[in-house]
């Protein structure tokens, strides 16, 4: 009897909770439905890669060169709106971002999914939009019915200078050009990445999804250049390429105890601002780095390196001399004087005062083509100096085993002809002669910050080219020379060693005499030179002498840097003791 | 006859004597109470815990959401900086404010020549 009555209340229990069961079954398949059918019904997931910040550009004393900016691409969904909405919307449009009320009308009558409003749509405009929509945060997808896109932009402090130099983002997002690419992998940094949930119309939902992984941004980079020093060579080499009609320019300022790369300037260059401006072939040479990329025939700024050479070989003495008779004969080729000029015994001081090719081509006959050719190696001409800029050439040297090199050859180097170097070679050489005969690398970035941690690059001496005595030597001769036939480069109080060039221009084998190619090049002030500067002209029209067009040049930019960075005179250093 | 009262079928009672009651095991009781008050518990702290990652995993949005604004909005100061600091620009609000160029500028050598003493 007992057991029949516990039967019963058990298969009562059994019925309970069977009913609580099923209850909860039904319950954990709908649950199931709604987190995986569900989701794979409205691909709810959208990836966002999150930009990283391309690194800025700043100057030697902190200066922005090149920072960012942020713009968006706005859209909006005009099938969202409730009906009746349609005239706020339209002071929105029109007063917020100044679209035409004709426009904004035509948008919002659309209903269309999605309507682009503005590629270019400033950060301020957006704030005001969203300030207007009462929507104190945003990210960049969702603000009401309105799609926001955001992406960086290119802000240039000064767009008009050094564009060759900083080179600049194309609009995919890949560097052209100058420090943008040869310090892209520095300067891009690495993408991050946010996953959304999205409704239908792909806007994100405010839900927790998904993983974050932060962007990294990139470094900012630190140049060697000044700022102000690089606008004053750019302003001076502006004036002497409208006075002289000349087709391109450079003005090269080197630091020679370091090779650090003081002003850089090319013209004419690119205003970053207006890219689009660039068209033809003939642009290419303002957008590349003319000092780098560029090759030229030096002319005599070559002989105070010949004149090196001979005296580390010990070819020839300091002290020796030569019977400077106007020409010379060498592989079969008349060698001569500029004017045919004659000057009968010189040293070689007068040799370098006088540019006497016949005395270069002497010190050149005297090596011999071996030791010659081999101490322009160490100088670094037909190699690359190695800077850290893109597109660097090598020049053209012909050497004794190539089947196109001819003795005269010899003769033609010894005065810069026949030999194709970039300014940034001749400036680099004559950084060693300044240096106590040791090459430096240049370089154009001193430092890379990154938010926890900072690289310095420390100065790199490539070679010791030539003794400290033999470098000494030739930087008082050239000196010396100066003071005898260069008073355009003559500086009150200071001594600068340097050297005038005056090159032709080849065409088809052959020199056209219409145009030449001035340059000047120096260093100083000595006993303790802290600027190279080279100037170059090209392709100016008559007689265009280098210690004529580019020594005046070369003068204003060497007072400059002697003002600009308080170098004390000759005259205050004595009194000073 | 005389019926025996025993012999007549009647509806259980628990011992109470009030009718439709059943006699139920107490023991059983109060173990389904513990296995139903176990399983609540669970569920109550399965779901707080649920609620603070939530909660936790919002903040976390919400402050991520932030340090992209806050990245967004420093780039574009550093965007206002550089066309601030402008060379340009600073050359030529010096010009208007009548500053001249160092090279334009006249250089005077000041020669000291001492003070008379007063007599």
């Known amino acids: ?577 | 006859m005389q019926i025996d009262r025993s012999s007549i079928p009647t509806i259980p009672t628990n011992g109470s004597g009030r009718p439709g009651a059943t006699a139920l095991n107490v023991g059983r009781i109060v173990y389904i109470g513990l296995i139903l008050g176990a399983i609540g518990l669970a569920g109550a702290l399965l779901l707080r815990q649920a609620d603070d990652i939530a909660a936790l995993k919002y903040d976390i949005r919400v402050l991520i959401h932030r340090q992209e604004t806050l990245r967004r909005t420093r780039t574009n100061l550093e965007g206002q900086i550089a066309a601030q600091e402008s060379l340009q620009r600073i050359q030529d609000l010096g010009a208007a404010w009548g500053f001249v160029r160092p090279e334009a500028a006249r250089e005077i050598e000041l020669v000291y020549t001492g003070v008379e003493p007063e007599r």
């Open chain 1, 1 to 577: 009897m007992r057991g029949q009555r516990t039967q019963g209340i058990d298969t009562r229990i059994a019925r309970i909770g069977l009913l609580l069961g099923l209850a909860g079954a039904f319950l954990v398949v709908r649950v199931g439905y709604w987190q995986f059918r569900g989701a794979t019904a409205i691909d709810a997931t959208q990836s966002l890669v999150l930009q990283p910040l391309r690194g800025s550009i700043v100057d030697a004393s902190g200066h922005y060169l090149v920072a960012n900016s942020v713009i968006y691409t706005l859209g909006m969904s005009p099938n969202l709106l409730h009906e009746g909405d349609g005239e706020a919307y339209v002071g929105l449009l029109t007063e917020a971002l100044g679209l035409p009320e004709a426009e904004a009308k035509l948008v919002l009558q659309s209903r269309q999914a999605y309507v682009q409003i503005g590629a270019d749509v400033s950060s301020a405009m957006v704030d005001e939009l969203l300030r207007r929509c009462d929507a104190d945060d945003y990210d960049n997808l969702t603000a009401g019915v309105f799609r926001l896109d955001p992406r960086q932009e290119r802000v240039y402090a000064d767009p008009d200078i050094m564009g060759s130099v900083l080179g600049f983002v194309l609009q995919d997002g890949e560097p052209a050009y100058g420090i943008e690419q040869q310090y892209d992998d520095v300067l891009r940094g690495a993408g991050g990445q946010w996953s959304s949930l999205i409704d239908e119309t792909g806007q994100a939902v405010w839900a927790e999804w998904g993983d974050y992984r932060p962007p990294r941004d990139g470094g900012q980079v630190v140049l060697t250049i000044d700022r102000n020093v690089q606008h004053e060579a750019e302003r001076l080499l502006a004036q002497a390429l409208e006075e002289h009609k000349a087709l391109r320019g450079n003005i090269l300022v080197l630091d020679p105890r370091t090779g650090a790369i003081l002003a850089m300037a090319n013209l004419p260059g690119i205003n970053l601002e207006t890219l689009e401006e660039l068209r033809s072939e003939d642009d290419f040479w303002r957008v590349a780095n003319t000092a780098v990329s560029a090759i030229y025939e030096p002319g005599s700024v070559m002989k105070p390196i010949t004149l090196a050479a001979a005296l580390e070989t010990r070819s020839v003495l300091p002290t020796d001399t030569y019977d400077d008779r106007g020409e010379m004969w060498v592989g079969g080729r008349r060698v001569a004087n500029m004017g045919e000029m004659a000057y009968g015994e010189m040293n070689w001081t007068q040799m370098l005062a006088r540019s006497a090719n016949v005395g270069a081509a002497h010190l050149a006959a005297t090596m011999g083509p071996a030791r010659f050719y081999e101490m322009l190696r160490r100088f670094g001409f037909g190699d690359v100096t190695g800077v850290d800029l893109p597109l660097e050439a090598r020049g053209l040297m012909r050497v004794p085993h190539m089947d196109t090199w001819h003795m005269s050859d010899l003769a033609t180097n010894s005065y810069g002809q026949g030999i194709s170097t970039t300014p940034l070679q001749i400036a680099v050489a004559y950084g060693a002669l300044a240096n106590d005969g040791v090459m430096m690398r240049p370089f154009v970035v001193s430092e890379v910050h990154w938010p926890d941690e900072v690289r310095r690059r420390e100065p790199t001496a490539l070679r010791e080219i030539v003794r400290p005595e033999v470098a000494d030597a030739v930087a008082e001769m050239m000196a010396d020379a100066v003071d005898l036939a260069m008073e355009d480069a003559v500086i009150a109080g200071h001594r600068f060693a340097a050297k005038s060039g005056t090159a032709g221009v080849p065409r088809d084998g052959t020199y056209d005499n219409r145009l030449a190619t001035p340059s000047f090049v120096g260093f100083g002030p000595l006993p303790e030179p802290r600027f190279v500067i080279l100037v170059k002209l090209e392709e100016v029209e008559g007689e265009a002498l280098g210690m004529e067009v580019a020594a005046p040049v070369f003068r204003e930019m060497a007072m400059y840097l002697l003002r600009y960075y308080g170098v004390p005179s000759e005259r205050l250093l004595a009194e000073a003791g």
